[in-house]
């Protein structure tokens, strides 16, 4: 169990972030899942354990996001914003550029990143999700259908749109 958290720690946190935006209720989030996993499914085999841990995830964003629009439907007038996490340092400017120490060639990736993690983070709820679980995460079809809690055709449908919506977003950053 310990090695299987140890390998889909990192991803699961990129998930959490890019859907939540802040980096304390992505932790939050993560950790959930992750006693939740050992509490309740670790006499499971081991094949069920990324399906289980991904469909408890993806509850929990769910939850943490639905609490956060009533807490700002209610607590508006507060004129607190929440999610922001400015001061905390995004994920992606930590991957490593192997190829190069061009500074602007760094400039460049670290910008493009910068504008994929946005992109992605603006995406419709469920075309974020497809997008994540097959894309990031490597989900077959049917697996994020079950993590998703929706039919192989929705994901299908979700998965294009999310794609589509991104090469529009990005074009500029790709090779052509």
Not at 35 to 55: A, G, N
Not at 74 to 88: A, I, K, P, Q, T
Not at 118 to 126: E, K
Request: aromatic letters at 8%.
């Amino acid at each position: 169990m310990d090695q299987f958290l140890s390998t889909v720690e990192r991803r699961a946190y990129l998930m959490a972030r890019t859907a939540l935006g802040n980096h304390d209720d992505a932790l939050d989030a993560v950790q959930d899942a992750m006693l939740l996993l050992v509490r309740k499914y670790s006499h499971k085999s081991d094949e069920e354990w990324r399906l289980l841990f991904f469909r408890i995830l993806h509850n929990r964003i769910r939850d943490m996001i639905r609490r956060r629009m009533v807490r700002n439907r209610f607590g508006g007038w507060l004129n607190r914003r929440l999610g922001d996490d400015d001061e905390l340092d995004d994920p992606f400017q930590h991957v490593a550029d192997v190829e190069s120490n061009n500074p602007g060639h760094n400039l460049e990736r670290r910008q493009s990143m910068e504008a994929l993690s946005r992109a992605v983070a603006d995406l419709p709820t469920r075309q974020r999700e497809a997008f994540m679980l097959r894309c990031w995460e490597g989900l077959s079809t049917a697996e994020t259908a079950a993590v998703m809690k929706c039919s192989e055709g929705s994901v299908k449908t979700h998965y294009s749109r999310a794609l589509h919506c991104l090469q529009e977003q990005l074009k500029e950053y790709r090779d052509e």
